[in-house]
């Protein structure tokens, strides 16, 4: 038996001295300033149910006969509307006798105004169930009205993430909602999250509840073809960026503090093991496939005259996974101290070769990585090339602030400082 014991005792010593010892994955590491405050312990996977498969949207008239539904707001944007997309919902509500009426004034990249307008039309219609047919823009604003046409007495900001927002949990029942994603970047599909531009801070922020994710998310891959080439590249700068951050976000366990209550448990958790599989599947699928075909929010929010190309709107518009990109390089290079292994594996995964790299360098290997993918797709050089100069960068500073739900999840403590410089070494890329 003490034979055995002390086999147990070596191995689990073995398995200590081989784990990741770097200040965001080990046990002794937490950003919670005192012990007395408890951290996390938990995660939870909260996200829609998903069907894929080509030409699945046919089946969307089906499902909302089997939900009972008998008065259906359709939401889109004015440029999906006369696309295939669209008009494939519509025929399979028509084959299903499902009565319904279209929505069309979605605004890419959507702001608190154009929330609130979504917001009466749903009021005003009565509907007993949704399909939100379009990218995240599209998704985010049919959520927000299917949320607020169910809260009758709600006020706009009753929902809207703290600071800048009440944050209030939501207790009401929601109606049904079918997504219907036109690209193949945001996830919003699977996301009790809706994010938009709040025009009086010049800010992105956003709603986030469990209790906003869609019942179903119709993954056609068929919608796809639409996508203008821009719009590809962006997208694909969603799932680049997004994957990167979840890889090397705080642990969920090291969080704090924990909810009192799991009704309060937020949708941005930090990294955790399922999170890990797919982040990292998710950054091959994007090295060998898009060459081929938190600060974000500020430099979307704040556009000037920037329009991007391929992007048919009738406003200056930076979009979300271009916002995201451009200071990618920076911010990895700044976070890769706090757990160097996850940045070195990242960028092996893209590309680089790291037989030789040294722990120290993961931040600039990781970045040197990223800048030869972006220069590659042809992405615009920094901040500047798409409106920006170092007089912007106090703003851009004070608009990141606010975006607590997402940057405390970084695994790097920041001060405003350390933001200024970011953004900085942000302005140019190659």
């Given at each position: ?28 590491y937490?950003?919670?300033?005192s ?28 499902d ?21 997309p ?92 079918i ?12 996301t ?40 590809v ?31 309060n ?20 699928i ?74 120290k ?70």
């Amino acid at each position: 038996m003490a034979a055995g014991r002390d086999k147990v005792i070596h191995l689990l010593k073995q398995l200590h001295r081989a784990s990741c010892r770097c200040p965001a994955h080990s046990h002794t590491y937490s950003q919670a300033p005192s012990s007395q405050i408890t951290t996390e312990y938990a995660f939870e996977m909260a996200v829609s149910n998903i069907r894929y498969g080509e030409g699945v949207t046919k089946e969307v008239g089906m499902d909302l006969q089997n939900m009972g539904a008998r008065n259906v707001c359709v939401m889109t944007d004015k440029n999906l509307a006369s696309l295939p997309p669209v008009q494939a919902v519509i025929d399979s509500l028509t084959k299903s006798s499902i009565n319904f009426c279209l929505y069309d004034k979605v605004r890419v990249e959507p702001t608190d105004t154009s929330f609130i307008d979504a917001i009466q039309f749903a009021k005003s219609g009565s509907f007993d169930a949704y399909v939100a047919v379009g990218g995240g823009s599209v998704m985010d604003t049919c959520k927000a009205a299917n949320l607020y046409a169910s809260s009758p007495d709600a006020e706009f900001l009753d929902y809207v993430n703290a600071p800048i927002g009440k944050g209030k949990p939501v207790t009401a029942t929601l109606k049904p909602l079918i997504a219907v994603p036109t690209t193949s970047g945001t996830g919003s599909e699977t996301t009790g999250i809706a994010i938009f531009d709040y025009e009086e801070l010049k800010a992105k922020t956003g709603i986030g509840s469990r209790a906003i994710k869609p019942t179903l998310g119709l993954i056609d891959p068929e919608h796809t073809l639409h996508m203008p080439e821009r719009v590809v590249a962006n997208s694909g700068f969603d799932v680049l960026c997004h994957s990167l951050e979840s890889y090397t976000a705080i642990p969920y366990n090291m969080r704090s503090p924990s909810p009192t209550n799991p009704i309060n448990r937020p949708a941005y958790q930090g990294s955790n093991p399922i999170s890990d599989v797919w982040a990292k599947h998710a950054l091959r699928i994007v090295a060998k496939y898009l060459k081929r075909h938190g600060m974000s929010y500020p430099i979307a929010g704040m556009v000037k005259k920037y329009r991007a190309k391929d992007y048919n709107v009738d406003h200056p518009i930076v979009p979300h996974g271009l916002s995201v990109v451009l200071t990618s390089p920076a911010v990895f290079t700044f976070t890769a101290a706090m757990c160097p292994e996850r940045h070195l594996e990242a960028a092996e995964i893209l590309g680089a070769d790291v037989r030789t790299a040294k722990m120290k360098d993961a931040g600039l290997i990781l970045a040197d990585t990223l800048r030869k993918f972006l220069f590659d797709l042809n992405v615009d050089d920094g901040l500047a090339a798409v409106g920006y100069s170092t007089a912007d960068i106090p703003a851009l500073v004070k608009g990141t602030l606010p975006q607590e739900r997402v940057t405390k999840l970084s695994p790097r403590q920041h001060t405003e400082e350390d933001l200024s410089k970011l953004f900085e070494a942000s302005m140019k890329l190659y």
